[in-house]
């Protein structure tokens, strides 16, 4: 799936440092789905609400943070619309997307912040266009072009794997002793959550297949 937006995450996590290492295994953990629809959510998160028009309302961190976000299927997109504290109700209400600005604007290269948030803005009004039509023409080719930007000069860090396999506890409703399960030892699971023991390659390939968890999110040296 491609992602949106995803500069948010950056500017948010520098601002509150508590979120970094979960949304960057949000981040992979997104971008290796592909759903039907905006419900298919339900089944990889905890606490996830579903608006109507596929918003989708996905909770960061427990009780902090909710992400919001809206997913075109037919182009596996997920547009980032923002990252808030819970308290200030983010997760309960969500403003719907406008109705599409229609009309072309002229489409150009990409080449600076400045072009990006223009192209940004204008994906956010075309989000709602319906196939066929030259809006959806337009969204197609601003998405591609926003993607290729993105790839180029902002690439997301994986995560930390430990903090990433707390990351899955949380959202799976698991605990220490299910991570021992999975790595055959209480005392292997507890040194690994500590930071003094390191994951090999046969537990990151049972997290991978146990717990569904992206490869990307349990491979950063650490």
Known sequence: MK???????????????????????WF??????TWQEGREALKFFANVKIKKDEEINFE?????????AIFKASR?????????????SVFQNSSPFSE?????MPIKPI????DLQIAVDRL????????GTPEYDEFVILSELIMAFYNDTKQIDFPDPVEAIRYYMWFKDQ?????????GSQRLANNILNHTEKLTLPIIWKLCKEWKIPAECLIKPY
């Open 111 to 114: 080449y600076t912040e400045e």
């Open 124 to 131: 956010e009004d075309l989000f709602l266009a319906k196939e």
């Open 76 to 88: 596996q997109i997920l547009f980032i619309k923002s990252i808030e504290s819970i308290s200030k």
């Open 60 to 68: 960061i961190v427990a009780d902090r943070y909710c992400l919001k």
């Open 28 to 33: 992979y953990e997104v971008k290796s789905q």
């Open 3 to 25: 992602i949106i937006n995803s500069s948010l995450l950056i500017d948010f996590w520098q601002k509150y440092p508590d979120a970094e290492e979960a949304l960057k295994t």
């Open 175 to 183: 605990d220490e002793e299910g991570l021992g399960k999975v790595t």
């Open 100 to 104: 599409v600005n229609e009309g072309n």
